[in-house]
């Protein structure tokens, strides 16, 4: 047992092993360590974030298991969290626990089917539940795009399960997180870009622009902007696709490329920043459009 619960043990499991309470709390005297309310390593020192994941199902209880986050690091995510989420089961109100500021409990009337060790819901309620609990708009997208692009489940699962979820924070987010997904949503971006230009009393920037980089490979720019001292000022709109490292290892020889053979400023936004939060890109766009701020590094400096 403790082999496959990485050197842990909880109090209620005991007496499946033949120990008692006692023995357990006895043995805190000769190596081991008491973690928690109900949980026991064999031995002593700080607990790596694997076990943290581990014990805190185990403190949890029986009926616990992981999910949001700490579900999809165990199923092989390689995003983090600062938090180990478990569910059980709503009639573990009752629950004595002391106040672990790393472990938050989700209570639930109906809990998943559990699978793995430690036990944690399957991957499309974990990433609803992570989604459920993020913070802005730009962490969904990282969610739910890094979760389907690392294989733990496809859009089209994610999907169905948030149809079954109606009371789910950030439905929205997820909504559009999922369709950018599902068709790209690249034919929008543009138009997106345009729209806002034009409510802010922006220039028309030239669209899809031909261009030659530096290694003589045929380019087209997403948008263009010529300054009125002769400078450019070029605007390139990354999809979701942008997200793998391969698009984003082509994305940064593109950019090389073209900053090498055109001389100019480019800056990069993303088609959710478009549709969610376009203020914090424009407000760097739009001083230097109009000459309030400069897009050259001063000499002096």
Known sequence: ML???????????????????RTLLRSTTQGWEQHGLRVFSDRAGDLTPAQLRMMGVLEAGPDAMLTGCSALIES??????????????????????RRLPWLRL????????????????PAATAIIDACSWARSAREVLLIVTS??????????????????????????WMNE?????????????EADFLRECRRRGLPKPRMQTRRVDAQGGR?????EFLLPD????????????????????????????????????????????????????????????????????????
């Open 3 to 21: 082999r496959a619960q990485r050197g842990l043990i909880a109090d209620w499991q005991s007496a499946d092993v033949g120990l008692s309470r």
């Open 76 to 97: 092989g995510w390689t995003g983090n969290s600062a938090h180990v989420d478990v569910l059980v089961p709503r009639t573990s109100r009752g629950l004595r626990r």
């Open 106 to 121: 989700h209570y639930r009337e109906v809990l998943p089917c559990a699978g793995g060790l430690p036990a944690r819901a």
């Open 147 to 172: 979760s389907a692009q690392q294989g733990l489940c496809t859009p089209d699962r994610i999907q169905r399960e948030l149809l079954l979820r109606t009371r789910t924070p950030h439905r929205r």
């Open 177 to 189: 997180a999922l369709a950018a997904l599902l068709d790209g949503a690249q034919s929008t971006n």
């Open 219 to 223: 380019r087209r720019t997403d948008a």
């Open 230 to 301: 002769g400078r450019l000022v070029i605007v390139e709109i990354d999809g979701v696709g942008h997200l793998s490292t391969e698009t984003w290892q082509a994305d940064i020889t593109r950019h090389n490329g073209l900053t090498i053979s055109t001389g100019a400023l480019i800056l990069r936004v993303t088609g959710w920043e478009l549709r969610n939060d376009p203020a914090p890109f424009f407000d760097l766009l739009a001083p230097v459009l109009k000459g309030e701020a400069p897009c050259v590094i001063d000499p002096a400096l």
